[in-house]
Nanobody, 127 residues
Framework: QVQLVEPGGGLVQAGGSLRLSCAAS????????MGWFLQAPGKERAFVAA????????YYADSVKGRFTISRDNAKNTVYLQMNSLKPEDTAIYYC????????????????????WGQGTQVTVSS
């Protein structure tokens, strides 16, 4: 299995920016897609963004399109989420996830499709 560690998160002002990262360790020789999900108190974990192995295929939730960008650096075994124009509604715990597959062109959007999860990092946006 692969372990996912999420340094980052923090408190930012509305309209500001934040960059999350997620570093993988362990079985990193496998092909894997990566995703970001968020979970607000009392709510189910929801999709934010996903990226395939090569980085050429990405998906975003409608609520973050044009504001967030997912990217990855496979040499560093790391996925990033650049968050711009942050809103108080973005406040949540953010989780990175990995899906291991033999397919290069694959980036799932459903949480049940992912195999491994990070510990989560708190993002708080003040108004």
């Amino acid at each position: 299995q692969v372990q996912l560690v999420e340094p980052g998160g923090g408190l930012v002002q509305a309209g500001g920016s934040l960059r999350l990262s997620c570093a993988a360790s362990g079985r990193t020789f496998s092909i894997y897609a990566m995703g970001w999900f968020l979970q607000a108190p009392g709510k189910e974990r929801a999709f934010v963004a996903a990226i395939n192995w090569s980085g050429g295929l990405t998906y975003y939730a409608d609520s973050v399109k044009g504001r967030f960008t997912i990217s990855r650096d496979n040499a560093k075994n790391t996925v990033y989420l650049q968050m711009n124009s942050l809103k108080p509604e973005d406040t949540a715990i953010y989780y990175c996830a990995a899906k291991y597959s033999s397919y290069y062109y694959y980036a799932p959007q459903l949480r049940d499709e992912y195999d491994s999860w990070g510990q989560g990092t708190q993002v708080t946006v003040s108004s």
